[in-house]
């Protein structure tokens, strides 16, 4: 079993900046991607940002130029480096992380969430 572990959230003001931090414990044999998904009030889960363990990303389009995703995989950890943020991105951030047990199994786990609120 993994447990994903974020801190970082908070309430920050228009044009703001935070960081999001994850970190994953537990047994895995790889953890092939890492990333960041939300969820406003009201609407479906949406991908934030993901990162491969070889260093590939994908974006949401309203994120991009705003938003950064980083691993390091000795760690474990994933983040997320948000400049200028705006009220719409006011939602809870999950971490999620997908990979594959030892026993080979495909797995997909999540983080209880942490929230971020844009306002002035």
């Known amino acids: 079993q993994v447990h994903l572990v974020e801190s970082g959230g908070g309430l920050v003001q228009p044009g703001g900046s935070l960081r999001l931090s994850c970190v994953a414990s537990?047994?895995?044999?790889?953890?092939?991607?890492m990333g960041w998904y939300r969820q406003a009030p009201g609407k479906q889960r949406e991908l934030v940002a993901t990162?491969?363990?070889?260093?590939?990303?994908d974006y949401a389009d309203s994120v991009k130029g705003r938003f950064t995703v980083s691993r390091d995989n000795a760690k474990s950890a994933v983040y997320l480096q948000m400049n200028n943020l705006k009220p719409e991105d006011t939602a809870a951030y999950y971490c999620?992380?997908?990979?594959?047990?030892?026993?080979?199994?495909?797995?997909?786990?999540w983080g209880q969430g942490t929230q971020v609120t844009v306002s002035s």
């Open positions: 999620n992380a997908q990979g594959k047990t030892m026993d080979w199994a495909q797995r997909t786990y």
């Open positions: 537990g047994v895995m044999f790889s953890i092939d991607v």
């Open positions: 990162m491969t363990s070889g260093g590939s990303t």
